[in-house]
């Protein structure tokens, strides 16, 4: 679940504590070709306002149509079908084949959403359990693999960020690149102990681990949802964390630096007992060659790498043990 359907609910609850009625739809399958994924939302207050997304627009629309018709609703949960026939996949803007079912929830008590937002801003991961025939929410942790999960009676959605960015180095650069990962849905840590780099920084948007690089590393215990990117132009710190990182399950390791300065940085990690094939993981210079030259820029193409490779779209480099397919 990513930033985006975290702010859906911040604005769900102030609707609710303003006296409103809000409805929540939770999109909970789809079938072919669909213009959001599963685990989308929206919010519906009584008055029309909306916020979120689950199609591109055309289903919003009959969602407020909906609310607004006269005829008497039911006061639990409901699901919703669109683009069953040809004819509704056209009069709803889905595509070709596409089918999208939606849960229309009504929101009664905001205890669960409290409890929720504050322990995501907390960096937690919540699996949220919704009794359809209840209306009952209750919430408990989540691991970074779980995935929304509906049987027609339960629905099971994980909230909070399922992918984590380490970044070395609490330098300009960082701030572009945290700006961006945490409105990606990403949880973002830094790792910096030169002082005068932590401060001003929003700690619900990023948390700082303590130590020195290669510790930060051992201690948030990376896996195959982990990006790690040496940021500080600093061997004696960069080479450190990527030292342990490039050993690790992470699936992006990656160092600031020219081709000139990462075929250095290469074979120094070589000389420090890395494989060869350990090494060959290391981005450098990092980032899709958009020609990027100041920070803002770097850090666009940097997160855009990442990106490509948390979804598939460029090919992963092997982790150690395994081949590339």
């Keep these: 679940m990513d930033s985006v359907d975290l702010a859906v609910l911040r604005r769900a609850r102030e609707w609710l504590r303003d006296g409103h009625a809000v409805l929540l739809y939770t999109v909970v399958e789809t079938w072919g070709s669909a213009p959001r994924p599963v685990g989308s939302l929206l919010a519906l207050r009584g008055d029309g306002r909306v916020e979120g997304s689950v199609s591109g627009g055309c289903v919003e629309d009959d969602l407020l149509a909906r609310a607004a018709a006269p005829a008497p609703r039911a006061l639990g949960c409901e699901l919703i079908t669109y683009g069953v026939t040809q004819e509704e996949s056209a009069r709803f803007g889905l595509p070709c084949g596409g089918t999208l079912r939606l849960l229309q929830e009504p929101l009664r008590a905001g205890d669960w959403l409290d409890e929720l937002l504050t322990r995501c801003a907390a960096h937690e991961r919540l699996l949220r359990r919704l009794e359809l025939a209840t209306g009952q929410v209750t919430l408990q942790p989540a691991g970074r693999d779980e995935r929304l999960c509906f049987d027609g009676q339960v629905l099971h959605a994980p909230f909070g960020p399922a992918w984590r960015l380490l970044m070395i180095g609490a330098g300009q650069l960082s701030r572009y690149t945290a700006e961006l990962a945490h409105g990606l849905g990403f949880e973002v840590l830094i790792c910096d102990p030169r002082e005068g780099y932590g401060h001003d920084w929003d700690a619900a948007a990023v948390r700082f681990v303590p130590g020195m690089p290669d510790d930060a590393v051992l201690a948030i215990e990376p896996d195959a949802h982990t990006a790690i990117v040496a940021l ?81 779209a460029r090919a992963r480099q092997a982790l150690p043990g395994q081949c590339c397919a």
Excluded: C, W
């Design 232 to 312: 500080t132009h600093d061997p004696r710190l960069d080479d450190m964390a990527l030292l342990t990182a490039l050993q690790s399950q992470a699936f992006y390791v990656g160092a600031l630096g020219s081709r000139a300065n990462s075929d250095k940085r290469k074979a120094r990690l070589l000389a420090l007992g890395l494989s060869d094939s350990q090494v060959q993981r290391l981005h450098g210079p990092i980032g899709l060659p958009i020609g990027s030259r100041i920070p803002a820029e770097i850090a666009l193409s940097l997160m855009a790498e990442v990106v490509a490779l948390k979804n598939g």
